[in-house]
C-alpha cells in the first residue's frame, strides 16, 4: 500500500495510505500492515531530524596509479592519430573536390578559346579571300600593275650575305578620288 505525506498548518507532516482499499479479515474487521500500524502509533506524525556532519578531506592524498595514466595517454594518443588520419582524409577530399571544380573551368575555357580561334580562322579566311581583296582595291581605284612595275628579287647564292639597299627606279603613283 503506497502512503502519501499531508502537511498539517503546524508543519509536521502526516502519512495516509493511498491506494486501495484496506484489506478486512474473516470477522470483518480492518487487518492492520506493519507501516500502517507504525503510523498510527505515532499519530501519523513522523518528525524529520537531520545532522550536520563535518567531514574533513583535506588529509586524504589522491594515489597515482601508472596503469590508468599510461592507459589514458594511450587513449589520448590514439585519438590524436585517428583525429590526424581524419583530418588529412578530410583534407584530401576537399582538396579533390576544389581540383574538380578548377579543372571544369578550365574545360569550358579551353572550349571557349577552341571556338574564338575557329573564328578568328574564319575571320582570317574570309578576309584574305583574293575576289574580295579584288573588289575593295576596285572601290579604292586601284589597278592591276603593268609589265615592268613588278620586280623580282634576286635571289643570292649565300642567304648569310649581307645585302645592300639600293634605290631603284621604280616610282609610286597615287590617285585620290
Given at each position: 500500500?503506497?502512503?502519501q505525506?499531508?502537511?498539517r498548518?503546524d508543519?509536521?507532516?502526516?502519512?495516509?495510505?493511498?491506494g486501495?482499499a484496506?484489506?478486512?479479515?474473516?470477522?470483518g474487521r480492518?487487518?492492520r500492515?506493519?507501516?500502517a500500524?507504525?503510523m498510527r502509533k505515532?499519530?501519523?506524525?513522523t518528525?524529520?531530524i537531520?545532522?550536520?556532519?563535518?567531514?574533513?578531506?583535506?588529509?586524504?592524498?589522491?594515489v597515482?596509479?601508472?596503469?590508468r595514466?599510461?592507459?589514458?595517454?594511450?587513449?589520448?594518443?590514439?585519438l590524436a592519430?585517428l583525429?590526424?588520419?581524419t583530418m588529412?582524409?578530410?583534407w584530401?577530399?576537399l582538396?579533390?573536390?576544389?581540383?574538380g571544380?578548377?579543372?571544369?573551368?578550365?574545360?569550358?575555357?579551353?572550349?571557349?578559346l577552341?571556338?574564338q580561334n575557329?573564328a578568328?580562322?574564319?575571320e582570317?579566311?574570309?578576309?584574305r579571300?583574293p575576289e574580295r581583296?579584288?573588289?575593295?582595291?576596285?572601290?579604292?581605284?586601284?589597278?592591276?600593275?603593268?609589265?615592268?612595275q613588278?620586280?623580282?628579287?634576286?635571289?643570292?647564292?649565300?642567304?648569310t650575305?649581307?645585302?645592300?639597299a639600293?634605290?631603284?627606279?621604280?616610282?609610286v603613283?597615287e590617285?585620290f578620288?
Amino acid at each position: 500500500m503506497a502512503t502519501q505525506a499531508i502537511t498539517r498548518r503546524d508543519g509536521y507532516r502526516m502519512w495516509q495510505p493511498v491506494g486501495p482499499a484496506p484489506k478486512t479479515g474473516a470477522h470483518g474487521r480492518r487487518v492492520r500492515t506493519n507501516s500502517a500500524s507504525a503510523m498510527r502509533k505515532w499519530g501519523g506524525v513522523t518528525p524529520e531530524i537531520y545532522f550536520n556532519k563535518a567531514i574533513d578531506n583535506s588529509r586524504l592524498v589522491k594515489v597515482a596509479d601508472p596503469k590508468r595514466a599510461r592507459e589514458i595517454a594511450m587513449f589520448s594518443a590514439s585519438l590524436a592519430v585517428l583525429f590526424f588520419f581524419t583530418m588529412i582524409y578530410a583534407w584530401q577530399h576537399l582538396s579533390s573536390i576544389e581540383y574538380g571544380y578548377k579543372i571544369e573551368a578550365q574545360k569550358i575555357e579551353r572550349d571557349a578559346l577552341f571556338e574564338q580561334n575557329r573564328a578568328l580562322r574564319l575571320e582570317e579566311a574570309s578576309l584574305r579571300d583574293p575576289e574580295r581583296i579584288e573588289q575593295l582595291a576596285a572601290r579604292m581605284g586601284l589597278v592591276a600593275p603593268q609589265a615592268g612595275q613588278i620586280m623580282h628579287l634576286e635571289a643570292t647564292a649565300d642567304p648569310t650575305a649581307p645585302v645592300m639597299a639600293r634605290a631603284s627606279g621604280i616610282q609610286v603613283v597615287e590617285t585620290f578620288q
